[in-house]
């Protein structure tokens, strides 16, 4: 029969607040932009099917492009930025473990 390996133990867990704290933050600001991106597209809807008389459609179809941009590609950028951001910070927290490993054991 073959061995089975016995189980890895995993640590445990521990969200740390203050990234939890900017999280939040970056899912409200998301969140913000998205629905300001649904408005605007309501608004170049309006526009561009000629409901306000004095503008003429082609704003409406520039700003309709404009709010489609904010609502797909703007809030997918800004979490890249963030992820990027934490993993940078992770990596160098790593790094300094690595490069000191008596600092775990005096900050103990």
């Given at each position: ?19 939890e ?26 526009i561009?099917?000629?409901r ?57």
């Open positions: 029969m073959s061995e089975q390996s016995p189980p890895v133990e995993e640590t445990e867990y521990v969200p740390d607040p203050e990234k704290k900017q999280a939040k933050a970056i899912h409200v600001t998301v969140s913000i932009i998205r629905l300001l991106g649904v408005a605007l597209l309501i608004v170049g809807i309006v561009a099917t000629e306000m008389p004095p503008i003429p459609s082609w704003p409406g179809y520039a700003i309709i492009v404009i709010a489609l941009f904010q609502m797909w590609f703007v809030p997918v950028w800004l979490i890249r930025q963030f992820v990027k951001a934490r993993v940078a910070e992770e990596e160098l927290e790593r790094q300094e473990q690595i490069d000191d490993p008596d600092k775990i054991e005096n900050d103990a």
